[in-house]
């Protein structure tokens, strides 16, 4: 039972242009929500996260918005840039104090 | 670099076998957390330790087993190993359980012929 999905297990983007991750969950209990980035032959490095009290976070070209009533959230890239290729995760966990639930990731290519 | 460490950064085995994975989790770090990631799979979340005792229990099958250590590294189990066991197996780590953000190490390849 995927708890958090990713239903695109690839994109490809134009340099320059809006990259946007999507992510569903499906468990309205988890209330933190977390992007992490992995390069290959590397470990995942965390990337930004919201709070399910937010609809909307924002660290310089990454952008994670929330929409608790769907169940959805996105991450947005903006501009993409070639060193953004890479899988992005999609993860999600409840009171701040249990595991954290990974989706299988999508692979981001960004095109020159 | 996250500054945890795994060891070794790949293993080749036998089925049936039984091997050991480590990691040093970053300094001041208590939380340890171990992922197994399969083929076309996500991280898949096994186990979790907090400063030397498990917190949290994932999909970990029988067959593994971990540890954490006064020193607070860890180790993970994994024995009468069989070809789908063969994953990447990554070890992350946070301050504490209330802390999200996990660092993770850089993996081991885990492959089993």
């Known amino acids: 039972d995927q708890q958090v999905k990713q239903n695109s297990p690839s994109l490809s983007v134009q340099e320059g242009r809006i990259s946007i991750l999507n992510c569903d969950y499906t468990?309205?209990?988890?209330?933190?929500f977390l992007w992490y980035k992995k390069y290959p032959a590397e470990g995942p490095t965390f990337l930004i996260s919201?709070?399910?009290?937010?609809d909307k976070n924002e660290d310089g070209r990454f952008t994670v918005f929330l929409n608790k009533s769907a169940k959805h959230l996105s991450l947005h890239i903006v501009p993409s840039q070639p060193g953004d290729s890479a899988v992005y995760f999609c993860?999600?966990?409840?009171?701040?104090?249990?595991?954290?639930?990974f989706g299988k990731g999508t692979r981001l290519h960004i095109l020159p | 670099d996250s500054g945890v460490t795994q060891t070794p950064k790949h293993l080749i085995t036998a089925t049936g076998q039984r091997v050991t994975l480590r990691c040093s989790p970053r300094?001041?770090?208590?939380?340890v957390y171990w992922y197994q990631q399969s083929l076309d799979q996500g991280l898949q979340f096994l186990i979790q330790?907090?400063?030397?005792?498990?917190?949290a229990k994932g999909n970990i099958l029988e067959r593994f087993s971990a540890q954490q250590f006064p020193d607070l590294h860890s180790e993970l189990n994994l024995s009468s190993l069989e070809l789908g066991d063969s994953a990447l197996y990554f070890c992350?780590?946070?301050?504490?359980?209330?802390?999200?953000?996990?660092?993770f190490g850089p993996g081991t390849r885990l492959t089993v012929l």
């Open positions: 992350a780590s946070s301050p504490s359980p209330t802390h999200n953000e996990q660092f």
């Open positions: 468990n309205s209990m988890f209330d933190y």
């Open positions: 919201i709070s399910s009290i937010k």
């Open positions: 993860a999600a966990t409840m009171n701040r104090d249990d595991k954290i639930i």
């Open positions: 300094s001041g770090d208590l939380s």
């Open positions: 330790y907090y400063n030397g005792e498990e917190r």
